[in-house]
């Protein structure tokens, strides 16, 4: 079982960033996937960015270019920075590893762009 914590989301101005990170409670080895989701309210959750354990990734048409996808498997945390954020970006953001057999959710992140 693998616990995930996300923490970095915020209160930001159109156009500022934040830099999100997910902890991982064990050791993340093996052939996976750790993607950064969101959902805003009365919406359904949507993939943001996603990276795999060969360090491929992909985005989003909506935030590409604007967002990185990116890990430390010394501190088995991943991270997701945000440039130039749009009020659109606001929603709950959270980070799942997915094993295929297996996956795991953090609890979330919540982040507001607004003036």
């Known amino acids: 079982q693998v616990q995930l914590v996300e923490s970095g989301g915020g209160l930001v101005q159109p156009g500022g960033s934040l830099r999100l990170s997910c902890v991982a409670s064990a050791r993340i080895v093996g052939i996976y996937t750790m993607g950064w989701y969101r959902q805003a309210p009365g919406k359904q959750r949507e993939l943001v960015a996603a990276i795999t354990s060969g360090g491929s990734t992909n985005y989003a048409a909506s935030v590409k270019g604007r967002f990185t996808i990116s890990r430390d498997n010394a501190k088995n945390t991943g991270y997701l920075q945000m440039n130039n954020l749009k009020p659109d970006d606001t929603a709950d953001y959270y980070c799942?590893?997915?094993?295929?057999?297996?996956?795991?959710w953090g609890q979330g992140t919540q982040v507001t762009v607004s003036s």
């Open positions: 799942n590893y997915d094993f295929g057999k297996a996956g795991y």
